[in-house]
């Protein structure tokens, strides 16, 4: 989750947040390299007299076309690969189904079992102590780690959105449409997500945890789950 | 703790930053002052400068990015390598057994 008063990313859970993660690296290098020439530009601008006597600048008008350019395929070439790599077909090991209510999220696990939970976040009363306000929920989503996990997202009444930052996932939840996406946890851990669409009063109040455990214990956790 | 260049450039966290920042401010100095020593032009020194800091600093960064590259890569297939390793020990498909079972073959 996030820590108080954070800017940046969190860290990364999921081999496309890693490249996500180096990507903003990548396009904040070239927005300083940017944003030092125009800093420069400007103290320029700002320290001479104003005149000019130019009535042709070919050289000038070349070399302000093509840098650009070239700026833009810098950052559009890594930003593409990332897109694609985003859509890569892989066959998922599970997949689950989060549908948006207003206001909490519901699980469907129905590869194997009839496995399906709603999550609604512990209110602040009951929170125990050290828990993180806000962001706990009473059931989280388990899923085991290293294995591609397919979710379907979908809502009931409202637009929600089901967004987990660390694991670089964020999809709409529209009712009557069916979205899809797709991550791989790699490493065990819980991560935290908020809802991402505004959708009524208690918008702020339905978060996503999201459980990576080892696949011994996703099955024993599935077993219980459905033994109950 | 984090320290942001211009506000948003953290350069303590993100790998390869503070060195490009440094080798740019260096390749900057020594551009900008080489060429005022062979011109005695200070307008032209100062621009010299800044293109010499954005070439240099942008320069290293692909270059040590791209070397950060390599290594993720080896590092992910060597986890890789060894969770296979653990995984296949002793099976038919061990990789380690094939080697001595055609060295054996071959004496």
Redesign the interface.
């Known amino acids: 989750m996030a820590n108080r008063s954070q800017l940046?990313f969190q860290d990364a859970s999921s081999p496309i947040m890693e490249e996500l993660v180096?990507f903003h690296?990548?396009a904040?290098?070239?927005?300083?390299?940017i944003?030092?020439?125009v800093l420069?530009l400007l103290t320029i601008m700002l320290t001479e007299k104003l005149s000019s006597s130019t009535v042709d600048a070919q050289e000038i008008e070349l070399v302000w076309t093509i840098l650009p350019a070239i700026v833009l395929i810098m950052l559009a070439l890594p930003s593409l690969q990332i897109l694609y790599m985003m859509d890569e077909i892989n066959e998922p090991d599970l997949t689950l189904k989060a549908i948006g209510h207003q206001w909490y999220w519901s699980y469907e696990y129905t590869d194997f079992k009839d496995l399906m939970f709603d999550s609604y976040m512990i209110p602040t009363a009951d929170l125990p102590l050290g828990h993180f306000r806000l962001l706990e929920v009473d059931h989280r989503v388990v899923v085991p780690m290293e294995s591609p996990v397919r979710v379907i997202v979908t809502a009931d009444d409202v637009l929600h959105s089901w967004a987990v930052p660390s694991l670089g996932v964020k999809t709409d939840a529209i009712p009557g449409r069916l979205n899809q996406t797709s991550f791989v946890a790699n490493r065990p851990g819980v991560f935290y997500g908020q809802c991402s669409e505004i959708c009524g009063a208690n918008h702020s109040f339905m978060p996503i945890v999201v459980e990576s455990a080892p696949l011994a214990n996703f099955e024993s956790w599935s077993s219980l789950l459905s033994s109950q | 703790q984090?320290f942001k260049?211009?506000g948003?450039?953290?350069v303590k966290?993100?790998?390869c930053?503070r060195e490009?920042?440094l080798y740019g401010s260096l390749g900057s100095f020594v551009m900008g002052l080489g060429h005022f020593l062979a011109t005695s032009r200070v307008r032209r020194s100062?621009d010299v400068a800044?293109g010499g800091?954005?070439c240099t600093?942008?320069g290293y960064?692909f270059y040590c990015?791209y070397n950060l590259?390599q290594q993720r890569i080896r590092q992910r297939m060597l986890k890789e390598g060894m969770k296979n390793r653990i995984f296949f020990e002793g099976t038919y498909l061990d990789p380690e057994k094939k080697q001595t079972g055609s060295e054996r073959s071959d004496s």
Not at chain 1, 28 to 33: F, G, R
């Open positions: 940046g180096q690296d990548h904040l290098m070239v927005a300083l390299a944003c030092s020439l420069y | 984090s260049l211009l948003f450039l953290d966290n993100v790998p930053a490009s920042v100062c800044v800091f954005i600093m942008l960064w990015r590259a």
